[in-house]
């Protein structure tokens, strides 16, 4: 099984409101990424966790902040976003043993920011 | 830095009809190298991948060959489907980072099968 899920799969906001994505896996992953994509662009990564630390953040704005409460579990919480963040944002997921191994995304939180 | 070119589209085919999309990269070190496939309003699919020179990775009739002579991974399959109209990334990750993560992807290549 390798599946990744995330809720919700839609999401409206407002710029003044404070919502939360979730990801969840249950391979026994010990890395997860949040990624964002812009319509017929590749996606671009945002944050990595390694063993629950988080061990990269791409320059991400602070309306942005990452939590992984555990193992299986990653949320993006979001707060006063602009317009020009809405996209889709993937989580991903992978062994956390080695540099080069197989990242495996979940369907994607389709977000849009009025 | 690591680079992944992928050959422009979209690319338009008539069903049965056979595919190559080209990718080249730029990488040091032994990168490993992979497909994902994006079906609309979807995430990305893992579709194959190498991680050795002259590996072939393989799955649903698509196949793709690590050469690191040419510095190539190009996708192919023999007969394309209506149903594998898609968005195709070409990605790699490389052991010459610091940490986890750094999937680099290409531009992607819409294809578009009629039938």
């Known amino acids: 099984d390798t599946e990744v899920t995330q809720t919700p799969k839609h999401l409206v906001m407002g710029m003044t409101n ?83 191994e197989t990242q495996y995304f979940g369907p994607g939180t389709r977000l849009l920011v009025l | 830095g690591d680079s992944v070119t992928q050959m422009e589209g979209p690319v338009t085919l008539s069903e049965e009809a056979f595919l190559t999309i080209n990718c080249t990269y730029t990488a040091t ?22 991680t050795k020179a002259d590996d072939k990775g393989s799955n649903k009739g698509f196949e793709a060959t690590y050469r690191k002579e040419t510095t190539s991974f190009h996708l192919e399959k023999g007969s394309v489907q209506v149903s594998d109209s898609a968005v195709y990334f070409c990605a790699l990750t490389n052991a010459g980072g610091t940490s986890y993560g750094k999937l680099t992807f290409g531009q992607g290549t819409i294809l578009t099968v009629h039938p």
Do not use: T
């Open chain 1, 18 to 100: 404070k919502k939360s994505l979730k990801c969840e896996q249950h391979m026994g992953h010990r890395a997860m990424y949040w990624y964002k994509q812009k319509a017929k662009k590749p996606p671009e990564l945002m944050f990595v966790y390694s063993y629950e630390k988080l061990s990269i953040n791409e320059s991400v704005p602070s309306r942005f902040s990452p939590e992984c409460p555990n193992s299986s579990l990653l949320n993006l919480h979001l707060h006063a976003l602009q317009p020009e963040d809405s996209a889709l944002y993937l989580c991903a997921s992978s062994l956390g043993r080695a540099f080069q």
């Open chain 2, 29 to 50: 070190g032994y990168p490993s190298l992979f497909w994902y496939v994006q079906y609309p309003g979807e995430g990305l699919q893992l579709l194959l991948k190498a």
